[in-house]
Nanobody, 124 residues
Framework: LVQLAESGGNSVQAGGSLRLSCAASGYTYGLYCMGWFRQAPGKEREGVAAISTAGTPTWYADSVKGRFTISRDNAKNMLHLTMNSLKPEVTAMYYC?????????????????WGQGTQVTVSS
């Protein structure tokens, strides 16, 4: 049974930092692209970052480039998202996702397993 469990969400002030983590289990972690998506109230789910099986290449949404870093530890079946210089507009539920294969995509439809999400709230 594939399971993805996020942690690390919190309420912080603008300019702060957070590190989200995702523990994966139930499959051969290193064979699949992993990603982070987010969904704010009243908005569609959007891709934030993705990382290929070996850790490179990576992809970022334009709005987070230079401030967010996605990483993975294949030995520990872990995925991370380090978020710096946080702004109120990044407030959302953040989801860890697993792609349908080794390839990475920006489209939510190409990710077939999702965690329950972890809430990130940034106040001004």
């Amino acid at each position: 049974l594939v399971q993805l469990a996020e942690s690390g969400g919190n309420s912080v002030q603008a300019g702060g930092s957070l590190r989200l983590s995702c523990a994966a289990s139930g499959y051969t972690y290193g064979l699949y692209c992993m990603g982070w998506f987010r969904q704010a109230p009243g908005k569609e789910r959007e891709g934030v970052a993705a990382i290929s099986t070996a850790g490179t290449p990576t992809w970022y949404a334009d709005s987070v480039k230079g401030r967010f870093t996605i990483s993975r530890d294949n030995a520990k079946n872990m995925l991370h998202l380090t978020m710096n210089s946080l702004k109120p507009e990044v407030t959302a539920m953040y989801y860890c996702t697993r792609s349908g294969g080794s390839w990475c995509s920006q489209a939510a439809k190409d990710y077939n397993y999702w965690g329950q999400g972890t809430q990130v709230t940034v106040s001004s």
